[in-house]
């Protein structure tokens, strides 16, 4: 199973949020933190991707209503919790997943959130037959490297 873990940073919340300006960056020992956790889940197997996210300042958002996009450049004040950043892991189970979110590096009042990944495989079969796409899945394949044309 694949699961999500987002990282919610208590700097990135609420009305601090809006005051983190677009120059931010986490300190080097943050920083240094979250990359010995990285190396950790990486060598387990687990790891399959992950990032840190540019603070809301730099954010931009694109809503939908009446058929018709709007774009908004952040920050956002009435966000209350925005993104920081995410892991893509590969656990056993939900339990499995919860321990390395429970092992994240976080600082006093940042959150993590663990979702699970959908798999064609959780979907009926007629919901399945029309998400299987071999196109995009070759192109996101070779978009990784895993093969160019």
Same mark, same amino acid.
């Given at each position: 199973?694949?699961?999500?873990?987002?990282?919610?940073?208590?700097?990135?919340?609420?009305?601090?949020?809006?005051?983190?300006?677009?120059?931010?960056?986490?300190? &080097?020992?943050?920083?240094?933190?979250?990359? @010995?956790?990285?190396?950790?889940?990486?060598?387990?197997?687990?790891?399959?991707?992950?990032?840190?996210?540019?603070?809301?300042?730099?954010?931009?958002?694109?809503? *939908?209503?009446?058929?018709?996009?709007?774009?908004? %450049?952040?920050? *956002? +004040?009435?966000?209350?919790?925005?993104?920081?950043?995410?892991?893509?892991?590969?656990?056993?189970?939900?339990? &499995?997943?919860?321990?390395?979110?429970?092992?994240?590096? +976080?600082? %006093?009042? %940042?959150?993590?959130?663990?979702? @699970?990944? *959908?798999?064609?495989? %959780?979907?009926?079969?007629?919901?399945?037959?029309?998400?299987?796409?071999?196109?995009?899945?070759?192109?996101?394949?070779?978009?990784?490297?895993?093969?160019?044309?």
């Amino acid at each position: 199973m694949r699961f999500m873990m987002l990282m919610i940073p208590k700097v990135y919340q609420g009305a601090n949020g809006s005051k983190v300006g677009a120059g931010f960056t986490p300190s &080097e020992g943050a920083v240094g933190r979250m990359m @010995q956790y990285n190396e950790e889940l990486a060598r387990s197997g687990a790891l399959l991707a992950g990032e840190g996210l540019a603070p809301p300042a730099k954010a931009v958002r694109v809503s *939908f209503s009446g058929g018709k996009p709007a774009v908004s %450049d952040g920050p *956002f +004040a009435e966000a209350r919790e925005v993104l920081g950043g995410y892991w893509l892991i590969r656990a056993g189970s939900r339990e &499995e997943a919860v321990a390395w979110a429970r092992r994240v590096p +976080a600082e %006093d009042g %940042d959150l993590i959130e663990v979702r @699970q990944v *959908f798999e064609n495989e %959780d979907f009926p079969p007629e919901v399945r037959k029309v998400a299987e796409n071999p196109v995009v899945r070759e192109q996101v394949r070779r978009n990784q490297g895993g093969g160019r044309a």
